[in-house]
């Protein structure tokens, strides 16, 4: 299978597609630009162990058309609205895993959701019923992302209005060697979304001994 990342110039889409590409997934990174994604897609791919799928780079209309079923949005959330608008067509009949966090513009300790609730019921709005958006991956750290040596230090919250997608992209994500959990449907979006504003707070925080923190989902102790 191929897996389209728009917007996979950026630090969290290229420490996707490294993660995704070493699981044995062909990725295709995508962007307005697509002599910078193929530029991008060679660097990383110099970091991949032996035996790793490949990572090559398009416009974000020929990753859409190089992906089986799912794509990734990773793109700021001032492009996201307008990068849909322009895609909406060519992803009919995709799962679109939206990653796009709403962090308020000057202060990203803070989110300022769009009227829909979320990035992703945003997402669903613009995009319509032929395509199924599912929210994932909103608070997983692109640096740690980024460094294979590192074991991704959180679980993942998946949350959309179609079951069956949601459990698709459970499926996928848990190539990474995570845990990926249902959190329900799209309006489930609006607190998992706002979760990255807190761990952004407690990450750069003086008093606080780490970085990088994640979310755990911990069962009782027996």
Same mark, same amino acid.
Request: charge should be neutral; glycine fraction near 8%; charged fraction near 20%.
């Given at each position: 299978?191929?897996?389209?990342?728009?917007?996979?110039?950026?630090?969290?889409?290229?420490?996707?597609?490294?993660?995704?590409?070493?699981?044995?997934?062909?990725?295709?990174?995508? $962007?307005?630009?697509?002599?910078?994604?193929?530029?991008?897609?060679?660097?990383?791919? $110099?970091?991949?162990?032996?035996?790793?799928?490949?990572?090559?780079?398009? $416009?974000? &209309?020929?990753?859409?058309?190089?992906?089986?079923?799912? =794509?990734?949005?990773?793109?700021?959330?001032?492009?996201?609205?307008?990068?849909?608008?322009?895609?909406?067509? &060519?992803?009919?009949?995709?799962?679109?895993? @939206?990653?796009?966090?709403?962090?308020? &513009?000057? @202060?990203?300790?803070?989110?300022?959701?769009?009227?829909?609730?979320?990035?992703?019921?945003?997402?669903?709005?613009?995009?319509?019923?032929?395509?199924?958006?599912?929210?994932?991956?909103?608070?997983?750290?692109?640096?740690?992302?980024?460094?294979?040596?590192?074991?991704?230090?959180?679980?993942?919250?998946?949350?959309?209005?179609?079951?069956? $997608?949601?459990?698709? =992209?459970?499926?996928?994500?848990?190539?990474?060697?995570?845990?990926?959990?249902?959190?329900?449907?799209?309006?489930?979006?609006?607190?998992?979304?706002?979760?990255?504003?807190?761990?952004?707070?407690?990450?750069?925080?003086? =008093?606080?001994?780490?970085?990088?923190?994640?979310?755990?989902?911990?069962?009782? &102790?027996?």
């Amino acid at each position: 299978m191929t897996l389209a990342i728009l917007g996979g110039t950026g630090p969290q889409g290229q420490g996707l597609a490294l993660r995704f590409a070493r699981a044995g997934i062909n990725v295709a990174i995508g $962007s307005r630009d697509p002599k910078r994604a193929s530029e991008i897609a060679g660097n990383i791919s $110099s970091k991949l162990p032996p035996n790793s799928s490949n990572i090559n780079g398009y $416009s974000n &209309e020929k990753a859409i058309q190089q992906a089986g079923e799912m =794509v990734i949005l990773s793109v700021p959330w001032s492009a996201h609205n307008s990068t849909l608008k322009e895609l909406k067509d &060519e992803l009919i009949g995709k799962v679109l895993i @939206d990653i796009v966090v709403p962090l308020k &513009e000057g @202060d990203p300790k803070k989110v300022e959701m769009p009227p829909e609730g979320s990035a992703t019921e945003a997402a669903q709005a613009i995009v319509g019923e032929k395509t199924q958006v599912v929210g994932a991956l909103h608070n997983v750290s692109a640096h740690t992302l980024n460094d294979l040596n590192a074991k991704i230090n959180c679980d993942i919250l998946v949350c959309g209005n179609e079951l069956d $997608s949601r459990k698709k =992209v459970m499926e996928l994500i848990e190539k990474l060697d995570v845990k990926a959990y249902n959190a329900g449907d799209a309006e489930a979006a609006r607190c998992v979304e706002a979760l990255t504003a807190i761990l952004i707070r407690i990450n750069i925080s003086k =008093v606080v001994p780490f970085s990088h923190a994640g979310i755990n989902i911990w069962a009782p &102790e027996k």
